[in-house]
């Protein structure tokens, strides 16, 4: 009978805790370790780097965890999430009105899931809990690690260790047979594995910072039902788009919507440099009309200088393993920008990939007597690392380029014809396989370099379609009428967009006026 392997995961977050359900459910035995207290602790205080915006559960991750060997696992997430079927632009229009407008995302009606973040972590804790298999070490920060001999180690925050000045915090040493690193942007795992594996390494700040406010539910609610506590629909994204900047708010299970700004570092000094925080109010009136009318102007300034004014990081590295030893999975191999809302969803797929490829393995070594498991996996990580360093740089970039859809695009007239286009030929001519590259990512398993291959192979049919037929049907010199007439329409829908939504040189002039 084959020895039972000691997987050690470093992270209790989704990632981690789905990569531990995954290696638990195989037999093996595994330990978990995390930095900070048991997250389902309230008293437990999030490090600043770990803050996270509502998370945003689509098709990936549910794939992940459907494949984790709990029956129950999807259910039980379910039932704490809110169905987001599109986005809900907002706006102001020349005459003053406020308008809303709703942008399925999916014109088969399907829909991506709300969840707090906490949530999510305590229902996948709670199942591991109850396997005998697994063991939880909280307030245990890694701080060495040997691949070469499957040793780490471990300072202990705990009440024999005090930590103070001038004693040092308690120290554990480990041995495992394989290290499973989910453990965020700032990962410990993939700094001691540098020191292993010539990793490739790219980190990028984009120029935006984060800061988190809050609506609340209905003071007099029509009734006791959930639905009935929200200020504004709860089955969508709600975005009012700025140009260069945005504003967001995505709806919790207990009436409230978690909100963001997205903002350059520039606006948020201009915004910083009142003490009593006037500016604040006056700038969302200016450029998130209707908002004030959501979050008391009390509260907003309130918010905007508690909480956190935090960077927004993009990490791509590669590969994502050493030897038979280690793999990085979630946010500690590929950070991204939440743009996309696919960070928790990309890692939660890692798990389900890296765990199918492994079997693979085991599989191909079954008929081997006395057979290494060490060297199947090795082959396998080998593998993880080469099918998914390409998929993961996909979702990185496609996150980057969804920031300047929401912020920007949605109000583009080109952006929503194409977005109509495609999916009117999704539903007409399903034979064709045409979908929306939102559809694929948020709604499908299709590897996500394909998705890029896919999307861009569509946008060159769709162009040489639309050329090709203005061309033949209409003649050269109408079609160039026509292009006159376009030019001048767009222009004239450009000039409304900006006295509608302001631009950069409105907002640059604000602020030297209100200095």
């Known amino acids: ?286 450029y998130f009309p209707g908002v004030t009318d959501l979050i008391l102007p009390a509260q907003l300034i309130s918010s905007f200088h508690s909480n956190p004014h935090l960077p927004l990081i993009s990490i791509k590295c590669k590969p994502y393993h050493y030897s038979s030893s280690a793999v990085i999975v979630g946010d500690a191999a590929h950070a991204m920008v939440p743009f996309y809302g696919q960070g928790m969803n990309a890692g939660l797929e890692d798990v389900r990939i890296l765990f199918d490829i492994l079997d693979k393995h085991a599989r191909m070594d079954e008929e081997i007597v006395d057979h290494d498991p060490a060297s199947a996996r090795e082959r396998a990580l080998d593998e993880y690392s080469r099918v998914r360093v390409q998929d993961a740089h996909a979702i990185n970039d496609l996150a980057l380029q969804n920031y300047v859809e929401m912020r920007a695009s949605v109000l583009s007239l080109s952006y929503r014809f194409r977005k109509w286009l495609e999916e009117q030929l999704s539903v007409w001519l399903p034979g064709l396989g045409w979908q929306t590259k939102y559809s694929r990512v948020s709604f499908g398993n299709e590897r996500y370099s394909e998705v890029v291959r896919k999307s861009e192979h569509q946008g060159r049919v769709l162009m040489r379609a639309l050329t090709g037929l203005l061309f033949g049907a209409l003649g050269g010199p109408l079609v160039a009428a026509g292009v006159v007439m376009a030019v001048r329409y767009r222009r004239a829908v450009d000039v409304g967009l900006r006295a509608a939504m302001g631009n950069v040189d409105s907002m640059v002039e604000y602020m030297t006026m209100n200095r």
């Open 1 to 286: 009978m084959e020895k039972k392997q000691k997987i050690v995961v470093i992270g209790a977050g989704p990632v981690g805790s789905l990569a531990a359900l995954y290696a638990a459910s195989r037999g093996n035995d595994v330990e978990i370790y995390e930095l900070r207290g048991d997250l389902r602790d309230p008293s437990t205080t999030p490090l600043n780097f770990t803050k996270s915006i509502n998370l945003a559960l689509s098709e990936r991750g549910l794939n992940a965890m459907r494949h984790a060997g709990q029956p129950k696992l999807i259910d039980h997430v379910k039932a704490a999430t809110i169905p987001m079927r599109g986005r809900m632009i907002h706006g102001k229009k020349p005459n003053g009105q406020l308008y809303e407008e709703a942008q399925d995302y999916d014109i088969h009606g399907r829909a991506i899931l709300a969840i707090d973040r906490g949530g999510l972590n305590k229902r996948l804790l709670d199942i591991l809990e109850e396997m005998p298999n697994v063991t939880f070490f909280f307030n245990h920060k890694l701080t060495g690690a040997d691949f070469n001999k499957n040793k780490a180690w471990f300072e202990v925050k705990d009440g024999t260790s005090s930590g103070e000045k001038g004693q040092r915090a308690r120290e554990i040493e480990i041995d495992f047979d394989f290290m499973i690193g989910a453990d965020g942007a700032h990962s410990a795992v993939r700094y001691h594995l540098m020191k292993y594996t010539r990793m490739d390494y790219e980190q990028q700040y984009i120029d935006t910072l984060w800061c988190e406010f809050q609506i609340q539910p209905k003071e007099n609610p029509e009734d006791d039902s959930l639905m009935s506590k929200f200020q504004i629909s709860p089955n969508h994204l709600h975005i009012w788009p700025g140009k260069k900047f945005m504003f967001i708010a995505i709806p919790s299970d207990d009436g409230t919507f978690t909100c963001t700004l997205f903002a350059p570092a520039e606006f948020y000094t201009f915004l910083e440099s009142d003490p009593s925080g006037t500016h604040i109010p006056d700038f969302f009136d200016t």
